[in-house]
């Protein structure tokens, strides 16, 4: 555990047996008020250095090494925060206090595993810090994995001299860590330290009750509020032996203890990568500071959802410039809803008063990238340049049974596209959430959908949101429910306001900083595709392309006679429909693939298909969707074709879905990707 952070130990017997019931008598020679003329104590020759942009003094108690980092302006009452193990490991949180008045202590008593000469050196610590530095009477105590045994013993010891404890995935019960007794995977070298260290066999361990776990009545009887930071994956100290048990019983005995248990981590890394839930906590709880506790905490567990990648200076460049842009939102039926987009549009408003924005809203419910990469001409790119497209599938393109090489191909083809008709144009990739993506991120993955889509994101330098991830994390936090709060995969208002926020987050970080005067827009260049068979060449062919045979007719305007729904664009257009087994018709085109934008409702039927004279192939239009709805459905038939002229033949089949009630097949237009 933390290997590599771990020094030469400095070995000590324990005075006493530490068995059973005599926890007491082992702790009896360091009890009471320890003298603060303490001898080994030489703090008046610190080494003055720096750290993190604050004066560091480094000095020796009781012949081991000790510090102190000062604050600029130290706050009323001298606070400070000691940091019983690994000083300077992920230490946003000891920075963010010393910037608001906080000293931070560290001494060096590593390999003693809170045995009683560890804390003996402690108590020495302590009484030379506060008469040298007039530090508060009561500190807070910070203890970092095996720092855990450190900072609960000591505060297990003087009560008194607490505020209270931050750990951060300790150890709390030392049969769990080092020994390895349940779940965790143990470390025999610093089992048999800690044995020396205490003066025990293995025996006398086993029987004793020296772990924090074990001795929590002094710390509840005193009200010390605790704060722990931990992985629920967890495989070296694993939570439901410490920290879970701890809770648990400190709950028991009326005492104050906030948990934080961040999903999928493991031992590593610690702390939170923003540390405001950590600050504002320790804050409140330190007379006279309350009124600082306001970091904002955004995130349930300190670190975002999004990568920035190349970022979005080209769209800021544009959009600061002021006069008409363009900012175009490609998706389903989340997108297409009133919610999200509505408040990302206020806000790029808000943000830049000058621009006159006009805002393309080009979802369509039921679509993923496959049909949206065939659509990008009509629906996106006829409206002018586009400066900023937002684009999401992660969803439609999992639930209508994309393949991942459909999904990359498609995803491809909207990025390839759109950067081809604007190479400056910035993009973000949104992931939105649904249950079996949750499923998939609380057992430990990533959705493969999304890793598909972030494959294209990072290739092509795009940012990207997983808002499945963090729907997934705030549920697990406690911050809201599924079915209260964001009750569908179409997300409530709730719902709708979340991916607002976590939209307006990123682009906080995109824009935080001022630009600077005289920079451009960046260049970039079309880099070389994932797949050369994406499609990135998608166009809505018209039906008068092709060449009708018997059993086809061309209707102007389509509208179902059943009961069952339609989609926007499907429904009082033109369209092709044959419902009589043997209908055929032809289509000549050049390109790479091909395929029929279609509506399947209860009546859709089978079709055969051939390319250039080949072998005929079938496919069911029906879905699982098609009771209720005459559903958009992009059927692409062959992909990957050589470059250059092709023939499709379609017939519709005399066989059929059984849940089907005809064998009609309309196709709103013809799918064909050219040549880039």
Not at 322 to 347: E, H, K, N, Y
Not at 438 to 458: D, F, L, Q, S, Y
């Amino acid at each position: 555990m933390d290997d590599g952070l771990v020094q030469n130990p400095s070995r000590r017997r324990a005075a006493a047996a530490l068995v059973g019931g005599a926890v007491a008598a082992a702790y009896c020679a360091i009890d009471g008020a320890p003298s603060a003329a303490a001898p080994g104590v030489r703090i008046g020759s610190a080494m003055r250095s720096t750290w993190s942009g604050f004066d560091r003094h480094d000095f020796l108690v009781a012949d081991r090494k000790g510090l102190i980092v000062v604050p600029r302006t130290a706050a009323a009452g001298n606070p400070w925060i000691w940091r019983t193990e690994f000083f300077g490991h992920e230490p946003q949180a000891d920075i963010a206090l010393l910037e608001r008045g906080f000293h931070v202590a560290y001494l060096d008593v590593q390999n003693l595993y809170g045995a009683p000469a560890a804390i003996a050196a402690m108590d020495r610590f302590y009484d030379a810090v506060r008469a040298t530095y007039s530090l508060a009477d009561r500190v807070v105590l910070e203890g970092f994995s095996r720092g855990g045994l450190f900072a609960f013993n000591w505060a297990t010891h003087r009560p008194g001299s607490v505020r209270a404890i931050y750990a951060d995935a300790p150890v709390l019960d030392y049969k769990s860590w080092p020994l390895g007794k349940g779940r965790g995977k143990g470390s025999p070298g610093d089992w048999a330290r800690l044995l020396q260290s205490y003066g025990l066999t293995e025996a006398e361990a086993m029987a004793s009750q020296l772990s924090p776990v074990d001795r929590l009545k002094p710390l509840a009887d005193a009200q010390i509020p605790l704060l722990h930071v931990c992985g629920a994956a967890d495989d070296v100290v694993p939570f439901e032996e410490n920290t879970g048990l701890l809770a648990k019983r400190y709950r028991a005995m009326g005492g104050e203890i906030t948990v934080i248990n961040k999903l999928n981590c493991g031992h590593h890394p610690h702390s939170l990568k923003d540390p405001a839930r950590i600050v504002n906590w320790i804050l409140k709880r330190t007379p006279g500071m309350e009124a600082l506790a306001t970091l904002p905490e955004l995130t349930p567990y300190g670190y975002d959802y999004f990568k920035l990648r190349d970022g979005l200076g080209s769209s800021r460049t544009r959009f600061e410039a002021g006069g008409p842009v363009r900012v175009a939102f490609l998706g389903g039926s989340i997108t297409a809803s009133t919610g999200w987009r509505d408040q990302v549009c206020a806000s790029l408003v808000r943000r830049f008063p000058r621009a006159q924005f006009e805002f393309v809203s080009a979802g369509i419910p039921s679509l993923d990238t496959t049909p949206n990469a065939f659509r990008m001409e009509r629906d996106v790119l006829s409206r002018g340049r586009i400066d900023l497209l937002f684009v999401e599938a992660a969803v439609n393109d999992e639930t209508n049974g994309r393949t991942a090489e459909e999904q990359i191909r498609g995803m491809e083809g909207i990025v390839r596209h759109a950067r081809r008709s604007n190479p400056q144009v910035d993009l973000i990739h949104l992931h939105f959430v649904d249950p079996e993506k949750m499923a998939v991120i609380r057992g430990g993955g990533t959705p493969e959908v999304i890793k598909n889509h972030e494959r294209v994101a990072g290739h092509y330098g795009c940012a990207s949101i997983d808002l499945a991830w963090e729907v997934t994390d705030r549920i697990h936090a406690g911050e809201f429910t599924w079915e209260k709060d964001f009750k569908d995969l179409h997300p409530a208002p709730f719902g709708h306001q979340l991916y607002a926020k976590s939209v307006d987050r990123l682009l906080d970080a995109a824009w935080q900083e001022p630009q600077q005067r005289g920079a451009g827009a960046p260049v970039r260049t079309l880099k070389p595709p994932l797949d050369p068979a994406n499609y990135s060449g998608g166009k809505l062919v018209s039906l008068d392309r092709a060449q009708l045979g018997k059993g086809w007719s061309k209707l102007s305007a389509w509208k179902p006679k059943d009961s069952a729904g339609t989609r926007p664009g499907f429904v009082g257009v033109p369209f092709l429909e044959a419902t009589e087994p043997g209908s055929e018709l032809s289509l000549e085109f050049d390109g790479t693939a091909v395929g029929l934008f279609i509506t399947a409702g209860p009546d859709a039927g089978t079709i055969e298909f051939r390319i250039d004279g080949g072998v005929w192939q079938t496919r069911d239009t029906f879905t699982r969707w098609s009771r209720q709805l005459h559903l958009p459905w992009a059927q692409l038939l062959a992909a990957g074709l050589p470059s250059g002229a092709h023939r499709l033949d379609v017939r519709v089949s005399s066989n059929r879905n059984p849940s089907a009630v005809g064998s009609a097949v309309r196709v709103a237009h013809f799918l064909v990707n050219e040549s880039e």
